[in-house]
């Protein structure tokens, strides 16, 4: 590592840098919000947590299916063409949840989750445009930037929905989360000078080569930690009798993350991104192997920080690895794939961490974790002397 400091300040200083990612950061609170807030919405007017639940998995689905097709769309036509429809119609379909019956409101929450815009990926694709000629070494402290506002909107936008939900105000939870999402698409849309330009005035070249296709098995890998993280570690409170220590637990390995990603933004790194993210997933891997010994929360809450600490490097790896594997004419569908194929892999883990919990207890069902880890330090490997391979 270099002892040379890469301030946030500085990248954050590039003309329209600032205004395009605080948007993008607004936007992505209210994307962190809408799934949770359809929960506390839809329970709040049925009763029933299998309507509310079938609500957001038809939002999140639908995002997920969805995305990577509007991300191909933005990047044919540009993000100032795409953006308008986009939020317009995530708007009115959340409208629609909102004063319409029941399976017509699930129904709207399908699309509104098919047009919310990939907020996360666009403010990418524009640093990756502005930096990547001739300033293609501050990436890595972009990227942290997008990892900490991912991880900010992720740590207090629930916070926010459940605080209004269980103060019996669900609707405006949606409604505040919906405004977000259209305030901060609408105002990214009329910011013309840092988009990409449209691929239509480009060759359009073929996403699907083996090193992005190493890079999505990657990102469906961290989807694995995820899921079962997030389903053993309340599995586990609850089991210990102390189900009130989950939260604290997440949010501790919250704040852990976005102080490790911070730190990892601050320096210049040496070593190839390649070799950077064999290293993280190493330490992922090995660390995930005190979670299933964990004897008492307070001990999981240790383990589960000094874990998570190598999420974030691992994020930002895998981001500046996409931009450099594919061409910038078809980036934001690179990190949209990206994004899918980790809910993906989180959607799975959390139903087999599910099943395991209830069959062998969540102590065995942390056995996933180090297994996640090891898929992901499996693949890192081979994705650095693959590309090492394919370099020389």
């Known amino acids: 590592m270099s002892p040379t400091v890469s301030g946030y300040r500085f990248v954050l200083r590039t003309p329209g840098a600032a205004a395009f990612f605080f948007t993008a950061a607004a936007g992505r609170a209210g994307i962190a919000m809408t799934g949770l807030g359809l929960i506390w919405l839809l329970h709040a007017r049925t009763g029933s947590y299998t309507t509310a639940g079938l609500a957001a998995a038809g939002f999140a689905l639908a995002e997920a299916v969805a995305g990577p097709q509007l991300a191909r769309l933005v990047d044919r036509f540009g993000q100032t063409r795409v ?98 999402i259209v305030g901060g698409g609408a105002a990214l849309a009329i910011q013309r000078r840092t988009a990409p330009p449209p691929a239509r ?13 190493r890079l999505g098995l990657l990102n469906l890998a961290v989807g694995l930690y995820f899921g079962t993280m997030g389903v053993s570690v309340s599995a586990f409170a609850t089991e210990h009798g102390v189900p009130g220590a989950a939260a604290p637990i997440v949010a501790a390995a919250g704040i852990g993350s976005l102080v490790s990603g911070w730190l ?54 895998l981001n500046v690895l996409t931009e450099k594997a594919v061409p910038l004419a ?63």
């Open 264 to 317: 990892y933004g601050l320096r210049r790194h040496r070593a190839p991104a390649r070799l950077q993210l064999v290293v993280a997933t190493a330490y992922l891997t090995t660390t995930a192997l005190l979670l299933p010994l964990a004897p008492t929360a307070t001990w999981l809450g240790i383990a589960v920080v000094v874990n998570e600490a190598a999420v974030p490097p691992t994020l930002v790896l």
């Open 83 to 180: 953006l308008p429809f986009s939020v317009a119609t995530h708007g009115i379909a959340i409208a629609g949840v909102l004063v319409t019956p029941t399976p017509a409101a699930i129904a709207s929450a399908v699309c509104a989750g098919a047009a919310v815009p990939q907020l996360g990926a666009l403010s990418a694709a524009r640093w990756a445009h502005l930096l990547r000629e001739r300033r293609a070494d501050e990436l890595p402290t972009a990227f942290s930037l997008e990892s900490l506002a991912n991880a900010t909107a992720f740590l207090l936008g629930p916070v926010l929905v459940t605080a209004l939900g269980a103060a019996g105000h669900a609707t405006l939870a949606s409604a505040v989360a919906a405004a977000l």
């Open 201 to 213: 005035e480009r060759a359009h070249p073929v996403l699907l080569r083996p090193r992005f296709l």
């Open 330 to 392: 078809v980036l934001t569908q690179a990190f949209t794939w990206n994004n899918s194929l980790s809910t993906a892999g989180s959607a799975l883990a959390a139903f087999v961490a599910g099943r395991t919990t209830d069959g062998l207890g969540a102590s065995t069902a942390f056995a996933l974790a180090p297994a996640a880890g090891f898929v992901l330090l499996v693949l890192s490997v081979l994705h650095w002397r693959c590309t090492t391979h394919e370099m020389a």
